[in-house]
T-cell receptor, first 113, second 112 residues
Framework: KNQVEQSPQSLIILEGKNCTLQ??????????LRWYKQDTGRGPVSLTI?????NTKSNGRYTATLDADTKQSSLHITASQLSDSASYIC????????????FGKGTTLSVSS | DVKVTQSSRYLVKRTGEKVFLECVQD?????MFWYRQDPGLGLRLIYF???????EKGDIPEGYSVSREKKERFSLILESASTNQTSMYLC???????????FGSGTRLTVV
């Protein structure tokens, strides 16, 4: 069964600290992996998309990694800010019409001052 | 930037009412999607459309229908709203499945 598991479920860090969110997937065949940021009450916003051949991709203070062999991805946030408080969703796309996106349940990050 | 606009941020409807949720995108995207998002369950696909007048069922289509008369507009219809359809509804569009999806801001629907 295609699944995307994220950990931790929630995380609290102090402003300025770094953190890493994890995503493990059992999706086959694999097409690409996406990380989204979702602010409370808003729709998700894309942070990165990585294909099979990409190991690392950055978007400002966000750096995503992908290990296609172990089927793991991480999202590293550097020098966190209060505005990073959000839910971060890992999404894996498979080669399948329509229901091609498999969503993780997200990690809720709270950054406190 | 692509903009996906959902007509309402918050809606309160009564059980049995017919409910229309509207979604409009402004970048000529072929693909449009409707999801619902519930705590602990993540996003689940209700319906999607790859072209005008074309629609396909997602993972949880029961109790819903859709309409896509024009390329830019994708409507979700709750034929007879029930309390278990209380949820956050998210519309998304994409140029191609290989590209990122652009989501709307969501409609939080409460059925009482």
């Amino acid at each position: 069964k295609n699944q995307v598991e994220q950990s931790p479920q929630s995380l609290i860090i102090l402003e300025g600290k770094n953190c890493t969110l994890q995503c493990n997937y059992t999706v086959s065949p694999f097409s690409n992996l996406r990380w989204y940021k979702q602010d409370t009450g808003r729709g998700p916003v894309s942070l990165t998309i990585m294909t099979f051949s990409e190991n690392t991709k950055s978007n400002g203070r966000y750096t995503a990694t992908l290990d296609a062999d172990t089927k793991q991805s991480s999202l590293h946030i550097t020098a966190s800010q209060l505005s990073d408080s959000a839910s971060y969703i890992c999404v894996v796309r498979t080669y399948q019409a329509g229901t091609a996106l498999i969503f993780g349940k997200g990690t809720t990050l709270s950054v406190s001052s | 930037d692509v903009k996906v606009t959902q007509s309402s941020r918050y809606l309160v409807k009564r059980t049995g009412e017919k409910v229309f949720l509207e979604c409009v995108q402004d970048m000529d995207h072929e693909n449009m999607f409707w999801y619902r998002q519930d705590p602990g369950l993540g996003l689940r696909l209700i319906y999607f459309s790859y072209d005008v007048k074309m629609k396909e069922k997602g993972d949880i289509p029961e109790g819903y229908s859709v309409s896509r008369e024009k390329k830019e507009r994708f409507s979700l219809i709750l034929e007879s709203a029930s309390t278990n359809q209380t949820s956050m509804y998210l519309c998304a569009s994409s140029l191609d499945s290989n590209y990122g999806y652009t989501f709307g801001s969501g409609t939080r629907l409460t059925v009482v």
